[in-house]
């Protein structure tokens, strides 16, 4: 890949918590996907994202889930019963399909960690009754987060955290958007990409700014991808897609590409966030339209002159795999090429997930 040699100093998971918890503040382990990272960071609770992590040994966790359970509540659960979270002050599992809610009650009631499981439900659809229930939702989170930090922050304070969250995720759309424009290998990207998932906004932010400054004006001349799915792991498999000769020129990937949100309108701090999560891109996990999942993609694949999409999923996601024989075909319709790859985040990528990507790319050449 012809691309400049570009790296930055993003900080480590451990070393941000280590600092973090160095100052007074407190870290909260939060599941996928969807929550209100500003409501943490108010009660000075940093928000770390526990997306697996990908090759754990899964087995202390299969006493307790099916086998059907996607790779991520595996891995994250092991992880947990391995003791690799004791860092962690309290535990977040917001309802984002049948695996996650699982998880939660797990933790609940049998498997108790001696830290406060807290869960979050986010409302499907973007109507008024959504917004109020995703609200209550919020005031409630706000009321149990009062009750382990013994304060409750000001609106002054609640107006500070979310201006901040709003502010790097209006960073995270630059990324996107000019994608093509950036010297960076699929992995560099990804890597501060994924930073949103531990970093506080306010560092993601200068990091995000660091790399835009190196937009090109000319775009790179590898063959522009869409990826959609839950998210790109093991991250070999950016690699081998670089390798192959294509780009990640557009994202709809749950951990990042779907997490764009726009700023709420409202000036009731609780509410604000909730417009601000429900506005966000269509979303099998939230229950969108099959319709209003295919126009997003193909307006993605619009601005960024995609080739074709790649459907990155992870075994046993249902809402995924429910949606994406109709997308195909909207896709389809309008001469979109595609290509499926599942993968299981505890296993090494397949040999014939390396394969698919590569034969599909030459189709596209």
Known sequence: MNTKDFSLSIPSRQKII??????????????PIHYPRAIFRAFDILPVEVWGPPGVDTSPAATHLQVYACSIVHCGLSYLMAGKLDVADLFVVPHACDSLQGLGSLLLDFVKPDKPVLTFYLARGDLIPATDFVVDEIAQLADKLAEITGKRPTDSELAKAIEREEEADQQLAELFSVRRFLPVSDREFYQLVRAREYLPAELFFRLAKEMLDQKQDTALPEIPLLITGILPEPMDILDRINAAGGLLAADDLCCSGRRVYPPGKSEQPYRRMAESLLL?????????????RIDRLLELARSASVKGVIFYNVKFC???QFDWPQIKQGLASVGLRTVEIEADISEQLPHQAITRVEAFLETLS
């Open 318 to 320: 249902e809402p995924e």
């Open 280 to 292: 966000g891109p269509a979303d099998s996990t939230r229950g969108s339209p099959i319709q209003a």
């Open 18 to 31: 280590s600092d973090f918890k160095a100052k007074g503040g407190k870290i909260a382990a939060v599941f």
